[in-house]
């Protein structure tokens, strides 16, 4: 199995910047895609940024300029770096995993760092 390690998360002011790191002990997996989901207290979880192997991007418009998402692939790691924060950026970030093993294909999640921005 694929286990993700999560560090980043913290209490932060409105217009500050925190940087989200997720560390993959692949095993015998292969990693493909790579992204970050947040959950808000109350809400549904939404897709935050997604990133492929050749570090093509994606974002949820909300974040589109003020997020950036990335990833290396030697180190099997994906950070979140997040810039000029909201009070509504405020949620629990799961980084998330794609992998593969022959015939066998599933997601891989973190256990979740709470950013909480304050006004």
């Known amino acids: 199995q694929v286990q993700l390690v999560e560090s980043g998360g913290g209490l932060v002011q409105a217009g500050g910047s925190l940087r989200l790191s997720c560390a993959a002990s692949?095993?015998?997996?292969?990693?493909?895609?790579m992204g970050w989901y947040r959950q808000a207290l109350g809400q549904q979880r939404e897709l935050v940024a997604t990133?492929?192997?050749?570090?093509?991007?994606n974002y949820e418009d909300s974040v589109k300029g003020r997020f950036t998402i990335s990833r290396d692939n030697a180190k099997n790691t994906v950070d979140l770096q997040m810039n000029s924060l909201k009070p509504e950026d405020t949620a629990v970030y799961y980084c998330?995993?794609?992998?593969?093993?022959?015939?066998?294909?599933?997601?891989?999640w973190g256990q979740g760092t709470q950013v909480t921005v304050s006004s």
């Open positions: 692949r095993g015998i997996f292969r990693i493909d895609d």
């Open positions: 990133i492929t192997r050749s570090d093509v991007t």
């Open positions: 998330n995993v794609d992998a593969y093993r022959g015939n066998y294909r599933r997601n891989f």
